[in-house]
Nanobody, 119 residues
Framework: VQLQASGGGLVQPGGSLRLSCATS????????IGWFRQAPGKEREGVSC????????FYAESVRGRFTTSRDNAKNTVYLQMNNLKPEDTATYFC?????????????RGQGTLVTVSS
């Protein structure tokens, strides 16, 4: 299972970024895909998750209403659109295959991409 996140960068508070998670069709068909983040000194947090079977989507309370996850089957890619970013969203984000959507444990993960929200 291969997962590669990209799209991070520096953005001002209130700004937007879209992260991409490139993977394979096999992974999309058989695994839920989740976005996680890890900030220095903080616990890892499951941000969102899209179920493989029914396409159900979970969002953490901290990002609900601001972040949106979607997938493009033609490109084998899952996206995380992040709007109205806040300094507390600063973290390394990575995509992974969670054991349970909404949980903080995963089976496979890719390299992360750094998101910095600062003025």
């Amino acid at each position: 299972v291969q997962l590669q996140a990209s799209g991070g960068g520096l953005v001002q508070p209130g700004g937007s970024l879209r992260l991409s998670c490139a993977t394979s069709r096999y992974t999309l068909d058989y695994y839920s895909i989740g976005w996680f983040r890890q900030a220095p000194g903080k616990e890892r947090e499951g941000v969102s998750c899209m179920g493989s079977s029914d396409g159900s989507i979970f969002y953490a309370e901290s990002v609900r209403g601001r972040f949106t996850t979607s997938r493009d089957n033609a490109k084998n890619t899952v996206y995380l659109q992040m709007n109205n970013l806040k300094p507390e969203d600063t973290a390394t984000y990575f995509c992974a295959t969670p054991i349970v959507c909404g949980g903080d444990e995963y089976e496979h993960r890719g390299q992360g991409t750094l998101v910095t929200v600062s003025s």
